[in-house]
């Protein structure tokens, strides 16, 4: 063992710096400028070296109050501080802010390049207690929407205004009849519908020009009819204030109404309550008094024609559409157009749903956890996976508890990070021990490898790659060529030719994997066995082959084949001087020569040599 002796002569100073200066680590010395001198550095041509060897001192120190980075004044950023000639700095550096050498706040610039850092970047959005809007660092001065709110300048919007083809009230988009710039809007995009706006019929974005009923009353233009008007299917009727008037009676019977005064009726009884400000499905009558109603939605996204009704995600705006149901007596038919609002998920509701949510996703990782067995066997779980999914429960749980405090998109990041723990800890079941094949490996043949049968891990099993000669990427077999069987995988001939890694992939079980040689054919071994006999015994190890004084070559060479089982062939040979002979097989093996055995395996690749001792024993 070599001793390695080394000799520190060095103040403790001195070794500090040294060993700031071995590992790279930030070294700053607190002491005065007057202590640090006393390590021996010095200023030279503008770079801090060793006084002693005018060597550079590497690394990162503090001198004289500046800093310097291998010897140099430092500019630039490091370890998060921007510095600039050993000092930090207030600048702007790649785009960032940094003031007195980190990240800030305030304005930072003059003239067209002054503008607003908040963490150290331009800001776009509401400024840090200020609620001024700004974009890139300046104060806006345009319309511009931002979180869903409409921004006339720096300030919320406060009036009536269009943006991008839809009218805000405000900084939200309008959600009601409103008159802007001689157009009727109908929330915020033009009105499409028949509509009532402070009593007058509009069509569209302008006032009614034509007779029609609206609701169930007759409209001629913009007003309610009264007196001789002409339907647009061509009759001809009377109306007081909108109202249908019922013919003279003159012949003293009663008066029966026909199928278009029918479908009025039903029109104007038909009614779907208040659809001012929807939460829910709506029940949308099929039938009314004697007539037959179909419906169809401007906005089947929203509402079909079920009144099924799906509301705007959270952060969207409400929607508004039209219902239209179709009312039908005989061969009369009109339609009644609804106007509804459904409301946006509000803010409150969703986040309560992502409580929820939560709720849910922790009660099924604790069905999980209580499921999941714990143990060494196959298909249960390791103690050590087991308590890192006891962890992430606790931690949802933890947020779960103070989901008062938490934004809703804290609940979502808690049960996406508890549903993945899930995948993976579910993913970690024991998988059986594979076991190589240590007898039969050969490229030219099927390789049997065996396992502990499990018929759930072998159901599941979907994949079996290889790396080859310690690569780290697997290439995967073909499962259509594998067999597998109860406690045996049968891989395909062909296989490649090396030290092969396998991995296992079934689906719910950790990825298990064995290490397989394959080669490229047998090569038959030259061995005889130990066996007590007789007339010969061996000692593999030490390649010693014992016989009897008494036995014949012949003889030793049956006892041999006998206990081998093998035609591999054997060769008995002495030396004669500066000559090899070999034996008779009648003769006996000469005590007094030196003897050898050669055997030769079977496919004549091998050879082994054995010392033959006469008349010894093994112990």
């Known amino acids: 063992m070599v001793n390695y002796q080394l000799k520190f002569v060095k103040t403790i100073t001195s070794v500090a710096l040294s060993t700031a200066v071995l590992t790279g680590s930030v070294f700053a010395i607190t002491e005065t400028a007057e202590a640090a001198k006393s390590i021996e550095v010095k200023v030279s041509n503008g770079k801090l070296v060793y006084k002693k060897s005018n060597k550079i001192v590497k690394g990162m120190i503090i001198y004289n109050g500046k800093v310097y980075y291998n010897g140099k004044l430092l500019t630039g950023l490091k370890k998060g501080i921007y510095y600039v000639k050993g000092k930090k700095a ?40 200020t609620e001024r809007y700004f974009v890139n660092g300046v104060l806006n001065v345009d319309l511009d929407l931002f979180n869903s709110k409409l921004y006339n300048g720096p300030t919320e919007n406060k009036e009536l205004i269009l943006f991008e ?327 395909p001939k062909q296989m490649p030719v090396g030290s092969l890694i396998l991995k296992f992939q079934a689906n719910g079980y950790q990825d298990t994997f064995v290490s397989q040689v394959v080669l490229l054919s047998p090569t038959a071994e030259a061995r005889i066995a130990s066996k007590d006999e007789n007339i010969v015994q061996v000692d593999e190890s030490r390649k010693l082959i014992f016989v009897d004084s008494k036995a014949t070559v012949g003889s030793i060479k049956d006892t041999l084949k006998a206990l081998n089982n093998t035609t591999q062939s054997y060769k008995f040979v002495y030396s004669d001087g500066d000559d090899t002979k070999e034996y008779l097989d009648k003769t006996i093996i000469f005590p007094n020569h030196s003897s050898a055995l050669h055997v030769t395996s079977e496919d004549n690749t091998t050879m082994e040599y054995y010392t033959i001792l006469v008349n010894q024993k093994l112990n």
């Open 165 to 491: 083809g839809r009218l805000f009230n405000g900084p939200i988009e309008n959600t009601v009849l409103v008159l802007y710039n001689g157009k009727l809007y109908n929330g915020s995009v033009e009105n499409r519908e028949l509509v009532l706006y402070e009593g007058k019929l509009y069509k569209g974005t302008l006032l009614n020009t034509t007779v029609v009923k609206y609701g169930d009353k007759w409209y001629k233009g913009s007003d309610l009819a009264t007196g001789t008007i002409t339907t647009p299917d061509g009759h001809t009727i009377s109306v007081e204030n909108g109202v249908l008037k019922p013919p003279a009676n003159t012949g003293g019977g009663s008066y029966t109404s026909s199928d278009s005064q029918k479908v009025a009726e039903a029109k104007s009884a038909l009614s779907i309550g208040d659809t001012s400000a929807v939460i829910g499905n709506l029940t949308l009558p099929t039938v009314q008094d004697n007539a037959t109603i179909t419906w169809t939605s401007s906005n089947t996204d929203v509402i079909d024609g079920t009144g099924k009704v799906v509301r705007p995600k959270h952060g969207m705006i409400d929607a508004a559409l039209r219902l239209t149901a179709t009312i039908t007596v005989g061969s009369a038919t009109d339609t009644k157009d609804f106007t509804v609002v459904v409301k946006a998920i509000t803010q409150q509701e969703w986040h309560l749903e992502q409580k929820e949510n939560l709720i849910n996703a922790i009660a099924r990782a604790n069905q999980s956890y209580t499921n999941a067995i714990e143990g060494t066997a196959v298909g249960q779980y390791q103690a050590d996976d087991r308590a890192k999914f006891s962890n992430a429960v606790v931690t949802a749980q933890i947020v779960l508890t103070n989901a008062s405090n938490k934004t809703g998109a804290e609940l979502i990041e808690a049960m996406r990070v508890l549903q993945q723990a899930q995948v993976d800890f579910e993913n970690k079941r024991n998988a059986p021990k594979i076991l190589p094949n240590t007898t039969n490996y050969y490229a030219e043949k099927e390789i049997e490898i065996t396992f502990d049968a499990n018929s759930d891990w072998t159901s599941k099993l979907v994949s079996i790659s290889f790396s080859i000669d310690g690569g780290m990427s697997y290439t995967p077999l073909l499962m259509s060529q594998i067999s597998v069987s109860p406690g045996k995988i049968t891989l």
């Open 90 to 129: 207030t600048v702007v550096y790649k785009g960032t802010f940094y003031k007195n050498g980190v990240k800030g706040d305030g304005w930072y610039g003059n003239g067209i390049n002054r503008k607003w850092y908040e963490k150290g970047k331009a800001l776009t959005g509401l400024g840090k207690n």
